[in-house]
């Protein structure tokens, strides 16, 4: 059973950056995993996914602003967020699943299915 855990999240104002990390209990080379958010009064938003094979895909809303990227040799998932806005704020939740998985490097949905997902860090952008 895969363990995620998120840090990073926090406080900033409009048009700064955070960085947030997700580390995982065991190794994620084969795994593809991603971010999805809950922001208050909205559905939960897939932000960003990454396949096994390093393909991302990324909501519209935050394309250009946010990158993901991996470290299998930390066994950690980051999530770069430049120039943040208010509607960014919500709870950022990591999301990981086994092979096969090659959706996540299409549909950035597929990280709100997926079989496991940290319990969230806060981000804030305040305006």
């Known amino acids: 059973q895969l363990q995620l855990r998120e840090s990073g999240g926090g406080s900033v104002p409009a048009g700064g950056s955070l960085r947030l990390s997700c580390a995982a209990s065991?190794?994620?080379?084969?795994?593809?995993m991603g971010w999805f958010r809950q922001s208050p009064g909205k559905e939960r938003e897939g932000v960003a996914s990454?396949?096994?094979?390093?393909?991302?895909t990324y909501a519209d809303s935050v394309k250009g602003r946010f990158t993901i990227s991996k470290d299998n040799a930390k066994n950690n998932l980051y999530l770069q967020m430049n120039s943040l806005k208010p509607a960014d704020t919500g709870m950022y939740y990591c999301?990981?699943?086994?092979?096969?998985?090659?959706?996540?490097?299409?549909?950035?949905?597929?990280?709100?299915?997926?079989?496991?997902r940290g319990q969230g860090t806060q981000v804030t952008v305040s305006s």
């Open positions: 065991g190794f994620i080379s084969n795994y593809c």
């Open positions: 999301a990981a699943d086994p092979p096969p998985c090659r959706r996540f490097g299409q549909y950035v949905s597929s990280t709100l299915a997926a079989n496991f």
């Open positions: 990454l396949d096994n094979e390093d393909t991302s």
